[in-house]
């Protein structure tokens, strides 16, 4: 995955201002947002047929619960494979337990793979088969107080394989099917499973970067590597664990209570030695700064173990993961991060409005009030 940056932020930049976008309230409301379910034909090339159940069981707790479903693009993989394909498959499945969530609950925003939606077409996830689909590249929310400060995108804007050069990257994609079957038989290509700390790339580091800019909390997908407040799992282990050495040093500490800190630390090294062992080298965002919360990833659909999804409600916002073994009908099976999402949003407009924040920000579009 190759980006521009330059390039990138000009697109980035150019959806930001647009005013033709949908703008969702915040307030009131409960989104969850999946992305690169890369839905297929059910074959041996088709990725995301593993978690189908999973797909389902999510969406039927997220329905049931009153959530909003925010596709965030490469919903289906029409590189691959055509509409018709991908419809026949899924209609009673995965599409059935999109649309029963309802027309007015349900945005889609169109990715790389498929891009097509950016024109109308009979939309499988339309609750009507008469009513036409179409999806837009980007969408706002506007927060409690007025102002509009998240952008949801899909994230291959600046690629140079998935953006640009679509014109060579599809028919590759294409013939790559016919091949895939056989390397899958063999072990040669699998997915991967949803690991806790994913490694930030230079990808990552662009999209934070015209992010923290303009003061914006962005959500993409595109990448497959889930991010939580652009930060790595590794990252928050680390200073987790530098917290409770602190904390066992504090006196008048009872057994109990040591008992419990260094219990924690014990955790807390497993998981960053499995980290270290799967030779993860986290390249921060910021650099030596401190990161802000500018830049979440949903991660994706085909993890060999799973799915991840990013939930938004007027409280909090959360990084999840639904087991492919046995997806609770309960909730999420695991909670990767959270914060109050409130408090992240007041982080971000101080920062917009020149707060104590050390690095340079640029004020965000002119349309965009700061509440």
């Known amino acids: 995955m190759a980006l521009d940056k330059d390039y990138t932020h000009r697109r980035l930049k150019t959806l930001w ?6 703008i969702l309230d ?23 047929f593993p978690n189908e159940n999973t797909l389902e069981t999510a969406l039927e707790y ?12 490469d919903v289906e993989d029409l590189w691959k494979f055509g509409l018709e394909e991908v419809r026949s498959r899924y209609f009673l499945t995965a599409y059935k337990a999109i649309s029963a969530i309802g027309d007015q609950n349900v945005y889609r ?14 939309d499988p996830i339309k609750v009507m088969p008469v009513q036409l689909g179409i999806a837009r590249e980007a969408i706002k929310m506007r927060d409690a107080d007025g102002g509009v400060r998240i952008l949801i995108c899909h994230g291959h804007q600046g690629d140079i394989d998935s953006d640009r050069g679509t014109w060579i990257s599809r028919p590759a994609v294409r013939f790559y099917r016919l091949v895939e079957p056989i390397l899958k038989m063999f072990g040669w290509v699998k997915q991967p499973p949803a690991i806790k700390s994913q490694i930030i790339k230079s990808y990552e580091q662009i999209f934070y970067k015209w992010a923290r800019d303009y003061g914006v909390l962005i959500i993409c997908g595109h990448s497959h590597r889930a991010i939580f407040a652009s930060r790595s799992h590794l990252e928050e282990c680390m200073e987790d664990r530098g917290k409770a050495k602190a904390a066992l040093r504090q006196p008048g500490l009872s057994k109990e209570q040591i008992k419990s800190i260094k219990e924690h630390i014990r955790k807390l090294k497993k998981d960053i030695r499995e980290e270290k062992k ?32 990013i939930e938004l409600t007027e409280q909090k916002i959360r990084l999840v993961k639904w ?8 909730g999420p099976n695991i909670v990767y991060g959270h914060k109050d999402l409130s408090t992240v949003l007041q982080q971000l407009k101080r920062k917009a409005l020149g707060g104590s924040d050390s690095e340079v920000i640029r004020p965000g579009p002119s349309r965009d009030p700061l509440g």
């Open 278 to 309: 799967r030779g993860r080298k986290i390249t921060p965002v910021a650099g030596k700064a401190v990161p802000g919360p500018n830049y979440f990833n949903t991660g994706c659909g085909i993890y060999n173990d799973g799915i991840t999804a």
């Open 17 to 22: 201002e647009r005013d033709d976008f949908p």
């Open 62 to 73: 997220y329905r049931s619960n009153g959530f909003k479903l925010i596709l965030v693009g």
């Open 109 to 122: 925003i169109f990715g790389n793979h498929d891009g097509d939606w950016d024109t109308p077409k009979v």
């Open 323 to 330: 087991n492919r073994r046995n997806p609770s009908t309960e």
């Open 26 to 48: 915040i307030k009131g409301n409960k989104y969850v947002l999946f992305s690169d379910l890369h839905m297929g034909d059910g074959g041996g090339a088709d990725d995301f």
